[in-house]
């Protein structure tokens, strides 16, 4: 179990994804990093007036499945 600023890169890494994704904030940078190790790492920007709902959008761009995710909506 992990919190936002507590990622556990080694458990991370035992599921050997094929993608990982993040918001980008500040105190995840160097987490970050060590992940892209592990696989491709994509984050996407964070800002004061974001809001969660704007996150799978990101997400399906990252796959290149946004078609997709509009038959959801």
Not at 30 to 51: I, M, Q
Request: charged share 15%; proline share 5%; glycine share 8%.
């Amino acid at each position: 179990m992990t919190t936002g600023a507590d990622i556990e890169c080694e458990s991370i890494a035992a599921l050997e994804p094929d993608l990982i994704v993040g918001v980008d904030v500040p105190y995840l940078a160097k987490t970050y990093r060590k992940l892209s190790a592990v696989a491709p790492t994509a984050v996407t920007s964070f800002s004061d007036g974001a809001s969660w709902s704007t996150y799978p959008g990101a997400t399906a761009q990252f796959v290149s499945r946004t078609g997709q995710l509009a038959r959801l909506g």
